[in-house]
C-alpha cells in the first residue's frame, strides 16, 4: 500500500511519498519491523567478572546488512590494553592476519597519533585501556555487509578510554576483513588477557521500505 503524506492538498496527493507518515502508517510499519532508522535489539552480555572474549553468534546478518554495537564501561585485566574485533565466517572464527584498520587516537592531553596496518589478526576498536577501577571504555561500532556472501565485511569505530596515565583517549577509525564471505558472528576481546567487567549490546539497523 502507498504510505500516505499529511500536508495540505491531500486531496490532490497522486504519488505515494515517504516524507510525514500518519499515525496509522507508523504503527502498521513498526508491526511488520520496516520503519526505517531503528533498532532491534538482537542480544544484550553483562560480566561483572573476568572473561576472556565476547561473542555474539547469532546475529540475524541473512536480516541486517548494518548492524550497531553499544560498548559501556568495558574494563581490563592486564594495564594498556586494546579492544579488537575477530569475525566469525560461515561459523570459522577468522584469526589470520588479514585484517585492515586505520583510525585516529586523540589524548586530552593534546597528542594525536596515526595506527595503521594491512596484516592485522584483529580489527580495532580502542586504543591503550588502563586495569584500574575507573579506567573504563565506551564506544560505538558500525558493521556492514556482514551477511553478504560476495561483498566484504566493514566497521566503523568510535570511542573513548581511560589510559593508565589517568590521560582520556579519544579514537576514530574503520576496518576490514578483506574478503568476500558470509559473516555470522563477531567476537569482541582484548589484545591479551581478560576483561574485568564488560556490557555490549548488539543492534540491527533497520532499513525503511517504500512500496
Keep these: 500500500m502507498p504510505y500516505g503524506y499529511l500536508g495540505q492538498n491531500q ?3 497522486t504519488v505515494s511519498n515517504s516524507g510525514v507518515f500518519s ?4 504503527a502498521e510499519l513498526q508491526s511488520q519491523g520496516k520503519l526505517g532508522g531503528s533498532l532491534e535489539l538482537i542480544e544484550e552480555q553483562t560480566f561483572t567478572s573476568t572473561v576472556s572474549a565476547v561473542d555474539f553468534t547469532s546475529i540475524k546478518e541473512n536480516v541486517y546488512d548494518v548492524h550497531f554495537l553499544q560498548i559501556e564501561n568495558s574494563g581490563n585485566v592486564t594495564d594498556n590494553r586494546r579492544l579488537t574485533c575477530r569475525l566469525y565466517e560461515s561459523g570459522v572464527l577468522e584469526t589470520a592476519s588479514v585484517y585492515q584498520s586505520a583510525f585516529q587516537r586523540g589524548r586530552t592531553d593534546g597528542t594525536f597519533t596515526e595506527y595503521r596496518s594491512t596484516g592485522l589478526g584483529y580489527m580495532y576498536i ?3 585501556g588502563g586495569n584500574a577501577t575507573n579506567e573504563k571504555s565506551c564506544g560505538y561500532v558500525y558493521f556492514y555487509n556482514l551477511g553478504n ?9 568510535q570511542s573513548i578510554v581511560t589510559q593508565n596515565d589517568s ?3 579519544i579514537t576514530f577509525g574503520g576496518s576490514v576483513l578483506p574478503q ?6 563477531i567476537r569482541i576481546k582484548p589484545s591479551s588477557g581478560n576483561y574485568s ?4 549490546k548488539l543492534y540491527g539497523v533497520k532499513q525503511i521500505w517504500v512500496t
Design 11 to 13: 486531496p490532490n496527493q
Design 167 to 169: 590521560v582520556q583517549n
Design 180 to 185: 568476500a564471505s558470509t559473516v555470522d558472528g
Design 149 to 157: 556472501s560476495s561483498k566484504y565485511s566493514f566497521l566503523t569505530q
Design 197 to 200: 567487567s564488560y556490557t555490549a
Design 126 to 128: 580502542n586504543q591503550n
Design 23 to 26: 499515525i496509522t502508517d507508523v
